[in-house]
C-alpha cells in the first residue's frame, strides 16, 4: 500500500514569490495534517482537515498561507508571498481514524532566499 | 489545552547501551492516545507505537519497551542494547479531544560505535 506522498520534496524560492506544496494522503484515511517543522524542533500543526472541511486551522497565518482539500482526497498548501522565515519542512499526514496512527510523508523542505 | 514535554534535548551512548527517553504529557481529557514517532537523519517520521490512556500495560518490542504512567502523566520509551542505527531524533506525540495531535520537542539520540 502506498504511504503519503509529498512533493516537491525540496524548493528553493526568492522571497515575495509564491509556492505550493501537494500532498496524497493514504487511501481511505479521512483525516489529513499539515505540519511545519522548523530545525531542532518538533512538528507544529498548521490545519487538519476531516475529509473536505478544514476543522482546526487556527494555527495557520492566514495573510500569507492558504491550503485545500477537494473531494477529501489530495491537499495543496501554499503560500504567497514567502518570507525568509518560512524557510522550513512542510509535512503532510494522514490517519484513518482519531484512535489510530498518523502516517508521514518524506515532507517538503523549503528554503526561501 | 495539551501539552508534550521531552526535556533531553540530547542523548550520547556508546553502542549496546541502554537508553530511555523521557516524555511528560499535559491534558484535561479521561480519553487521549500516545505516541512515539522516529525521525532519522531522511528526515520522514516513522510510527513506533499507539498507547490509549485506559491501557496502562508496558509493551516491548524487540529492543524497544515503552512505560505508561497515568498517575505521572508520562510515557518513557527505553532503547535496550542501542545501535548505531537507531540515532535519529525521537518524538513523543499526544492526541486528545478534538483529534489534535500535539508533539514534544523531540529527543536527538545519538549512538556512537
Known amino acids: 500500500e502506498a504511504g503519503v506522498v509529498q512533493s516537491p520534496r525540496y524548493k528553493i524560492i526568492e522571497k515575495k514569490q509564491p509556492v505550493a506544496f501537494w500532498c496524497n494522503p493514504i487511501?481511505?484515511?479521512?483525516?489529513l495534517y499539515w505540519y511545519l517543522q522548523n530545525l531542532g524542533q518538533g512538528p507544529e500543526l498548521l490545519i487538519r482537515?476531516?475529509?473536505?472541511?478544514?476543522?482546526?486551522d487556527s494555527q495557520l497565518p492566514k495573510d500569507r498561507f492558504s491550503a485545500e482539500r477537494l473531494k477529501g482526497v489530495d491537499s495543496t498548501l501554499k503560500i504567497q508571498p514567502a518570507e525568509l522565515g518560512d524557510s522550513a519542512v512542510y509535512l503532510c499526514?494522514?490517519?484513518?481514524?482519531?484512535?489510530?496512527?498518523?502516517?508521514f510523508g518524506q515532507g517538503t523542505r523549503l528554503t526561501v532566499v | 489545552a495539551q501539552k508534550v514535554t521531552q526535556a533531553q534535548t540530547e542523548i550520547s551512548v556508546v553502542e549496546k547501551e541502554d537508553v530511555t527517553l523521557d516524555c511528560v504529557y499535559e491534558t484535561r481529557d479521561t480519553t487521549y492516545y500516545l505516541f512515539w514517532y522516529k525521525q532519522p537523519p531522511s528526515g520522514e517520521l516513522v510510527f513506533l507505537i499507539r498507547?490509549?490512556?485506559?491501557?496502562?500495560q508496558n509493551e516491548i518490542s524487540g529492543r524497544y519497551s515503552w512505560n505508561f504512567q497515568k498517575s505521572t502523566s508520562s510515557f518513557n520509551f527505553t532503547i535496550t542494547a542501542s545501535q548505531v542505527v537507531d540515532s535519529a531524533v525521537y518524538f513523543c506525540a499526544l492526541r486528545a479531544a478534538g483529534n489534535k495531535l500535539t508533539f514534544g520537542g523531540g529527543t536527538r539520540v545519538l549512538v556512537k560505535p
Open positions: 498507547r490509549n490512556s485506559f491501557d496502562e
Open positions: 487511501s481511505g484515511h479521512n483525516t
Open positions: 482537515y476531516e475529509n473536505e472541511e478544514a476543522v482546526d
Open positions: 499526514a494522514s490517519s484513518e481514524y482519531m484512535n489510530t496512527e498518523a502516517f
